[in-house]
């Protein structure tokens, strides 16, 4: 049959957006953090990225399969969870471990859940949260990474700025480091010590920037959240600066950039009006300082994001835009 | 022989879990270990059974409109004595199931076999309803404990004596706790509909699951359409 | 009127029947309950002090301690005092109290820990019970270590993802410890098994 004498109802005209080309933008956005997190961990990059995207495709496929749905890979939502989850794994992680949490992202959080469009949480944070949770030693080992000088009270250390903020608070001890411009350089582009994919904030930025200039985010979420994470970490540190690092370095450190840019504007987990992504965007913030701050985990963004996924329907309830020409509620007569 | 049936439905047919969905508070609860589901089966069996004798020989004495304040004085008895029986003869097991033992008071299949079966049966058939009952519930118990302890512990320890390892298995944490306990059940539910979806294909017949199982109205996969 | 009688009846005699069971059973039980308790602690003590001939819950001293009384279970044998056992709680554990027994010689190191009771993650906090975690407080005085986990600098190595569970005990043990080498006094008069006191 000829695509003409196909009948439709409006609208007809099409903005050519489709998800295989938003999903492929994205891709396009990651490949910066991509390239960084192989000229930084080399090997162990190409070997975690390669197994998740992996895994997830053939998750993604079977899984569809299984349960009587068309095959729906080429959509590649399943490569960008796996890279994303990727992302999210230190470099030290065994292989079966990333295919474990790949599969568990993809089945549990995604497919179960209807796939595409009807998962309620992230499903690549799932998936890190669920391998956070079930092998904490692996997934908080860092590799012997050798951590350039201004950073590094050693030459070689095994924990990450924030995690070294932690220890060091939680033993009532002063701070590790002294955070000045040329730490934050070293954070800005790349040379700490993390997640593959978090570490190098230059690159998730000119992934980011790439994504608002292709419309496939809008700034609302990322600006509310870094905003939310530096106001709450900027009066802390007017506060006690003995205790608390400056909003700068909460800004640049671990996960947040990755989270904010790439996670926490995940068009199904995140709300769908502008007000209600400025909330969503302010929560995650609030949650992930009070989780760096006061929760026992150094890093909270991924929690955070899940947490805020879970409330995104009742943000979208209360952000519902008036109905044009309709009243406003409360005055409701009938 | 009836007696039979209602001794055997409780294991498969309407398995208190994987079938009616009752009692799922200890089913999420105090399944992380086998030890720990085997004590609180046969611990909710005994109630199980002793209210559903007692509801049966005084179900025409109760008028209905008390009936559902005897059901529970009568179980919150049993409950009490098994509590105090555990902690005096028992400590051990009493320890670990802590509160989940007076909450089989409100353990919904205890009151929902008195009221569904046990008032309006003849006390053998009670007893069979309860044992059956009891050895479906301690058995779904088990499964899932096992399920979640050879995956969040990788190994199997029932009083210390019994041990089995998975050789090389790094555990996942997360089947011992909360999340675990709904991913696991979850699992095992849709993996219990699932064969009986398989049976009744190969019987001919199309399989109807119970109506809060229902997939029917529900477009996510085509289990048993 | 009549029909609401009956209810009242019923439901009574239905109440002081299950009330009169449950007292039988309870006083069938209540020895062995009680008995359960005591030998549960008893093992415990024994456990801790495993050397000593006399009776140390007899032998008990009680100190009160800015309004805190901490019993002290004595261990001697006839050569003279061998040590002490004490229970200590921490309110700061993971899912609630963390009740411990620890033992301590009489020059003042750690003979023995054992956990009483705890509501830990099972297969997370609740490896504080295990072997590999207590064995390591054995002979550590107050003196010679740093009373905190490794997290937080100190000597004690924490369970992996259990830091919380591990120095709630840490914290548990050394509170005791305190006490106990604050007062050496207190356990200096005790003497060889069978002297008087």
């Not at chain 1, 370095?249 to 995140?270: E, N, R, W």
């Not at chain 1, 150094?298 to 943000?315: D, H, K, Q, R």
Request: proline share 4%; hydrophobic share 50%; with cysteine.
């Amino acid at each position: 049959m000829s695509d003409l004498t196909i009948v439709s109802s409006s609208p007809h005209a099409h903005s050519g957006t489709s998800v295989q080309r938003i999903m492929l933008d994205v891709i396009v956005a990651m490949l910066p953090a991509l390239a960084a997190a192989i000229y930084f961990f080399g090997w162990d990059a190409v070997r975690l990225v390669s197994a998740c995207v992996l895994a997830c495709v053939a998750a993604e496929a079977v899984a569809r399969k299984w349960m009587g749905r068309d095959l729906g890979v080429y959509d590649l939502s399943a490569v960008i969870t796996g890279m994303l989850l990727a992302f999210n794994l230190p470099p030290s992680l065994p292989t079966w471990m990333a295919v474990v949490g790949s599969v568990f992202a993809i089945v549990i959080a995604k497919q179960l859940f209807g796939g595409i469009g009807y998962n309620p949480f992230n499903p690549a944070l799932a998936g890190r949260v669920m391998l956070l949770i079930s092998f904490p030693v692996f997934m908080t080992s860092w590799s012997q990474w050798v951590i350039p000088a201004p950073i590094g009270i050693d030459a070689v250390t095994t924990a990450t700025p924030l995690g070294l903020v932690k220890t060091a608070v939680l033993s009532g001890g002063a701070l590790p480091f002294t955070f000045n411009s040329s730490t934050a350089l070293q954070l800005f582009l790349g040379n700490q010590n993390g997640c593959i994919g978090e570490v190098s904030a230059a690159a998730l930025l000119l992934g980011g920037l790439y994504l608002l200039w292709r419309r496939c985010i809008s700034w609302h979420i990322p600006g509310a959240y870094l905003g939310t994470v530096a106001i709450f970490s900027g009066i802390l540190w007017l506060l006690n600066p003995e205790q608390n690092l400056s909003p700068l370095f909460h800004v640049l450190a671990g996960g947040l950039m990755l989270g904010a840019l790439f996670m926490a504007t995940d068009m199904v987990t995140s709300p769908v009006t502008k007000r209600g992504m400025l909330v969503f965007g302010a929560g995650c913030g609030v949650l992930t300082m009070l989780i760096r701050k006061w929760g026992g985990y150094p890093e909270g963004v991924s929690f955070a994001i899940i947490l805020m996924n879970a409330i995104t329907p009742l943000i979208n309830r209360a952000t519902r835009p008036r109905v044009f020409g309709g009243v406003k509620s409360g005055k409701k007569t009938s | 022989m009836k007696f039979w049936k209602e001794l055997v439905k409780g294991l498969w047919k309407e398995n208190p879990i994987f079938r009616l969905v009752l009692g799922m508070c200890p089913a999420l609860a105090v399944t992380t270990s086998v030890e720990n589901s085997l004590g609180m089966g046969l611990a909710a069996t005994f109630v199980l059974i002793c209210s559903n004798a007692v509801t049966s020989l005084l179900r025409n004495l109760i008028p209905a409109k008390v009936r559902i304040p005897c059901f529970i004085v009568v179980i919150a008895t049993f409950v009490t004595i098994v509590d105090m029986l555990m902690d005096g003869f028992a400590h051990e097991l009493h320890k670990s199931l802590g509160i989940f033992i007076p909450l089989i008071v409100v353990n919904c299949i205890i009151l929902g076999r008195a009221e569904a079966f046990a008032s309006r049966h003849p006390l053998w058939l009670s007893i069979a309803d309860g044992i059956g009952m009891g050895a479906g519930f301690t058995l779904g118990l088990v499964v899932l404990g096992a399920t979640r302890e050879l995956l969040g512990a990788g190994s199997i320890t029932i009083w210390g004596h019994l041990k089995w390892t998975l050789v090389g298995y790094e555990p996942m944490i997360l089947m011992i706790l909360a999340p675990g306990g709904f991913i696991a059940l979850g699992c095992l539910l849709g993996g219990m509909n699932h064969l009986q979806a398989r049976a009744a294909k190969r019987r001919g017949t199309i399989f109807s699951p119970p109506a809060h199982l229902d997939c029917r109205s529900c477009t996510m996969c085509t289990f048993g359409k | 009127m009549k029909e609401s009688i009956k209810l009242v009846v019923v439901l009574t005699i239905i109440c002081t029947i299950a009330g009169a069971l449950l007292a039988v059973v309870k006083d069938v039980t209540s020895e062995s309950m009680q008995a359960a308790a005591q030998k549960e602690k008893n093992d415990a003590i024994k456990k801790v002090l495993p050397t000593c001939d006399n009776d140390p819950v007899a032998d008990a001293i009680a100190l009160d301690v800015n309004g805190i009384v901490w019993t002290f279970f004595v261990a001697r044998d006839s050569n003279g005092f061998l040590g002490a056992a004490f229970e200590s709680t921490s309110s700061k554990g993971y899912g609630g109290d963390i009740a411990i027994m620890v033992g301590v010689n009489a020059n003042g190191t750690v003979q023995a820990v054992e956990v009483l009771s705890h509501k830990e993650t099972p297969g997370l906090g609740a490896w504080i019970s295990g072997e590999a975690f207590r064995s390591q407080f054995v002979g550590r005085s107050i003196a010679d270590t740093s009373w905190a986990v490794a997290k937080d600098g100190g000597d004690i190595d924490q369970i992996t993802a259990a830091t919380i569970s591990s120095r709630a005990v840490t914290e548990a043990v050394k509170a005791g410890l305190d006490i106990y080498t604050a007062h050496p006094k207190s356990f200096s008069h005790i003497s060889a098994k069978g002297a008087p006191q």
